[in-house]
């Protein structure tokens, strides 16, 4: 019997009626009683043909999102540094932040470091962590000749696809940049990023239709 049978089982027998009305409840938090974990595949990821490296755990909060925390929005961020660094630095547990994603400009290959599952320490604000998917770009704010073609598309076809999982509205509301998020000090994606070619990309991989050429 696996653990996870144990501790609902032992629940109905402390709880008897009560189990039936708070199953679904005892079933999304099995996972917090010390020593068991939600399984995973090492190297899985939720974007096909991503390539995982997983960032520091002290980079980020074991959960089992959307069960635990509603995932409903995506936040943009842009790396201030090279693709490489990012990745260094991500899987450093003395940086205490990390993103889901990190997009490369010069070909849009996406990394993946943290599971959507998980909560990854990238936009500043606990409640935002908790309920967004984090995507980098390789570039600088002030450099617009980094936000590549490519870029964009890749990003944009990551970005439909958790739209599509998750349920979240290809919009401004729900795709965000990270200067948006309460509290933060941060700046990016910044002036440079086009927001209305990247909605339009998003939409269109949505809408399973070529994206028009920029």
């Given at each position: 019997?696996s653990?996870?049978?144990?501790?609902?089982?032992?629940?109905?027998?402390?709880?008897?009626?009560t189990?039936?009305?708070?199953g679904?409840?005892l079933?999304r938090?099995?996972?917090?009683?010390?020593?068991?974990?939600k399984?995973?595949?090492?190297?899985?990821?939720?974007h096909?043909?991503?390539?995982?490296?997983?960032?520091?755990?002290?980079?980020?909060?074991?959960?089992?999102?959307?069960?635990?925390?509603?995932?409903?929005?995506?936040?943009?961020?842009?790396?201030?540094?090279?693709?490489?660094?990012a990745?260094?630095?991500?899987?450093?547990?003395?940086?205490?932040?990390?993103?889901?994603?990190?997009?490369?400009?010069?070909?849009?290959?996406?990394?993946?470091?943290?599971?959507?599952?998980d909560?990854?320490?990238?936009?500043?604000?606990?409640?935002?962590?908790?309920r967004?998917?984090?995507?980098?770009?390789?570039?600088?704010?002030?450099?617009?000749?980094?936000?590549?073609?490519?870029?964009?598309?890749?990003?944009?076809?990551?970005?439909?696809?958790?739209?599509?999982?998750?349920?979240?509205p290809?919009?401004?509301?729900?795709?965000?940049?990270?200067?948006?998020?309460?509290?933060?000090d941060?700046?990016?994606?910044?002036?440079?990023?086009?927001?209305?070619?990247?909605?339009?990309?998003v939409?269109?991989?949505?809408?399973?239709?070529?994206?028009?050429?920029?």
């Amino acid at each position: 019997m696996s653990r996870r049978a144990l501790f609902i089982g032992g629940g109905a027998a402390l709880v008897g009626g009560t189990a039936a009305v708070y199953g679904d409840e005892l079933a999304r938090m099995w996972w917090l009683v010390p020593g068991i974990d939600k399984q995973r595949t090492e190297g899985e990821v939720d974007h096909k043909g991503a390539r995982w490296v997983a960032a520091s755990a002290a980079n980020l909060r074991t959960a089992d999102r959307p069960a635990d925390y509603t995932i409903d929005r995506i936040v943009i961020h842009v790396t201030q540094g090279s693709f490489a660094s990012a990745v260094r630095v991500f899987k450093n547990p003395l940086h205490a932040a990390a993103a889901h994603y990190i997009v490369r400009a010069k070909d849009g290959h996406i990394t993946q470091m943290a599971r959507e599952l998980d909560v990854a320490y990238h936009a500043g604000n606990r409640s935002f962590n908790e309920r967004s998917v984090g995507i980098e770009h390789e570039g600088f704010v002030d450099r617009p000749e980094d936000f590549t073609d490519v870029m964009y598309r890749s990003s944009a076809r990551l970005a439909a696809g958790i739209c599509r999982r998750y349920g979240i509205p290809a919009d401004r509301e729900h795709i965000i940049g990270h200067v948006e998020v309460p509290g933060t000090d941060h700046t990016d994606p910044g002036p440079h990023w086009n927001w209305a070619r990247y909605l339009r990309l998003v939409r269109a991989e949505l809408e399973g239709r070529p994206p028009a050429r920029a």
